[in-house]
């Protein structure tokens, strides 16, 4: 009996240490399952296509996502004509087009996605509006042109423009006057200051400073310190940086996405950055069309550097009736040909990565750099003696006017120094007066420049006189061969049309329409009997006008349609001497942006892909 009990008492020791064992284990395996990394979700990859293209301005990202990851919006329209908000919810097959509102730029979202913020810069208005409907607010008045904004978390917003008088801009949410937060320093090769991030907390912005030669590829994304009012320069080589929430920062660089990894605490980057996403389409201006929600949604427009402005273009000649002629001149990134009075030599604005003006001989069959400059230099405007060509340069801290012979010999002149930017659009037949569009606090507006007398006496003095002013947006002036009339495009009622005026007297004899829905760049025959523009579209129109005793025109009609480049406001074709050809400007088949379509890829799950390409560590 004793020993049974001695063998009872033994079994349920050995059951305790059983189940002790097996409560120690299962503790084992819960602590282990929840210190388990949880396996990374799939990122999941589709397309977004618009039924009508997407507007960037060769300017803006208009493209961006809610924080919380449900809502797409971006800008779509013409180039220089209508341009609509869309926003497209992602579970939701179609986007929903935002009513009445037709100027529109940059795009933000405040932190809980209830807001949309954007510009308005047809009336230099920052505006903000409920995502699910309603008015839009007006918040401030800006100068310049918008060049980013960021919703904080203690409801404030900062914004920037490329008004070179001011850097970062902070002001409340809710409306009030902007206070300057940063400054431009020409001294250290600063031109501007742009695409403003806020940190998460709100105690710093990542920014990017723009350099004064004005390329993408010198940019440098830094970071100010709220509290102590401290810059610290970041990354070189770099733009439109945003912090995410896995601890790293993300930026635009030479047609790519990079990331590398962040301390917040002490704002500094960690490592090397690493290439995250290729082909991503970048801007002249270091815009980077890409945006990355709280919840891990990455969304961006596929291209590559520049692709709007700097994607590879050929040159034709093309008859009244569409029959092209190939120009046997080098792909390049083309924005302006401007052929010289002789018409044996083209001058052309070439936007690559040196951003310089070129001159094509036809007979020789040759492209020749022309300028040499750091500074970007484009659109060109022969005198009429051929000798020379003026050009805007952005040598300094504004883009104003040089000139230079045109056989290359000598060096460039300055010709202005304003603190406007300034951009030669036409000159008149006597090569005394330079049409400029001139830019002052946001508006676009045309000036003239008398270019009779000394020049070189007066080199960099040059003072430009007033022409057309009006709270419109005006561009590409074009002065009549007979030096009598003025024509040029506004967006005055609401949609870009093409106008005349008398010319040097603009407010003597009215103004007078000369599309009729809408229009664009426009150029004169030499006879000054016709007037040629492009339609909303591309498509290239003639209108028959009398100058003489009084101006008159008749109706336009179609000539011929084509995937020509017309993303620049100036004009960006030229018309032949017997106005029998025209020199287009031809978009290859990867650099058309105004297609029947544009496409926008969406990644989910896109931080746990990121987490794998630059771990924390």
């Known amino acids: 009996m004793r020993e049974t009990r001695w063998s009872k008492k033994k079994v349920i020791a050995v059951g305790a240490l059983a189940l002790s064992a097996a409560v120690a284990l299962s503790a084992v395996a819960t602590w282990a399952w929840m210190h388990t990394t949880p396996a990374l979700r799939r990122p999941v990859r589709f397309s977004v296509v618009s039924a009508q293209p997407f507007v960037s301005n060769a300017f803006f990202n208009n493209l961006a996502v809610s924080p919380d ?42 932190p809980d996605s209830r807001w949309l913020g954007f510009f308005a810069p047809s009336s230099n208005e920052l505006k903000k509006m409920p995502i699910d409907g309603g008015p839009p607010l007006t918040l401030s008045r800006f100068q310049g042109t918008p060049r980013g904004a960021s919703w904080g978390e203690d409801d404030t917003i900062i914004f920037a423009t490329n008004d070179t008088a001011t850097g970062l801009l902070k002001m409340p949410a809710g409306g009030g006057e902007p206070v300057m937060l940063t400054r431009p320093d020409p ?82 980057v960690v490592g090397d950055p690493v290439p995250v996403v290729d082909q991503v389409r970048t801007l002249g201006t270091g815009a980077g069309l890409f945006s990355v929600s709280r919840t891990g949604t990455l969304v961006f427009v596929p291209g590559g550097f520049d692709a709007f402005v700097g994607a590879a273009r050929s040159l034709v000649w093309v008859d009244r009736q569409g029959h092209e002629e190939p120009v046997p001149a080098p792909l390049r990134s083309y924005v302006m040909p401007r052929l010289s ?26 492209l020749r750099k022309l300028t040499f400059n750091a500074g970007a230099d484009a659109w060109p405007v022969w005198t009429p003696d051929g000798q020379h060509i003026i050009f805007a340069s952005a040598r300094g801290a504004q883009i104003n006017l040089f000139w230079q012979r045109s056989d290359g010999s000598g060096t460039a002149e300055r010709l202005t120094s304003s603190a406007n930017s300034q951009n030669p659009h036409s000159i008149s037949p006597d090569g ?68 005349v005026r008398a010319f040097p007297n603009v407010d003597s004899g009215g103004q007078y329409l000369i599309s009729t829905n809408g229009g664009t760049r426009p150029a004169w025959a030499k006879s000054s009997r016709e007037l040629f523009y492009l339609d909303l579209n591309g498509a290239m129109m003639s209108v028959p006008v009398q100058t003489t005793p009084t101006f008159s025109a008749g109706n336009p009609v179609k000539l011929f349609a084509g995937r020509w480049f017309m993303n ?16 287009m400007i031809k978009e290859t088949a990867d650099g058309d942006q105004r297609g029947p379509l544009m496409t926008m890829t969406v990644v989910v799950n896109w931080l746990d892909e990121l987490k794998q390409k630059v771990p924390i560590k």
Do not use: C
């Open 69 to 110: 990851g449900t809502r797409l919006v971006y800008v779509a329209g013409s180039p220089g004509g209508e341009q609509q908000l869309m926003v497209r919810a992602l579970d939701q097959l179609d986007p929903v087009p935002v009513r009445g509102i037709t100027s529109i730029g940059l795009p933000f979202f405040s």
């Open 187 to 268: 001294a250290r090769g600063e031109a501007d200051h742009y695409f403003p991030s806020i940190l998460p907390g709100g105690r710093a912005v990542l920014f990017t400073i723009v350099p004064a030669s004005g390329l993408a590829d010198n940019a440098q994304i830094a970071v100010f310190d709220l509290k102590t009012r401290q810059t610290k320069t970041l990354i070189r080589g770099g733009s439109q940086a945003l912090y995410v929430d896995t601890g790293h920062v993300v930026y635009a660089a030479a047609g790519t996405l990079r990331a590398v990894r962040f301390d917040l605490e002490h704002l500094n």
């Open 341 to 366: 009075p002789d018409e044996q030599q083209l001058a052309l604005d070439v936007r690559d990565q040196e951003n310089d003006i070129w001159i094509y001989d036809f007979k020789r069959k040759t």
């Open 432 to 499: 005394k007066t330079l049409i400029v569009q001139e830019i002052n606090n946001g508006s676009a507006d045309l000036t003239m420049l008398a270019l009779d007398g000394a020049i070189g006496a007066r080199a960099g003095k040059l003072e430009t006189q007033p022409l057309i002013h009006t709270p419109a947006q005006e561009s590409a002036g074009e002065i009549s061969p007979d030096g009598h009339w003025l024509a040029y495009y506004s967006n005055s009622s609401g949609r870009a049309e093409v106008y």
């Open 568 to 583: 620049q406001t100036a004009r960006t074709y030229e018309v032949s001497r017997d106005g029998q050809r025209f020199l």
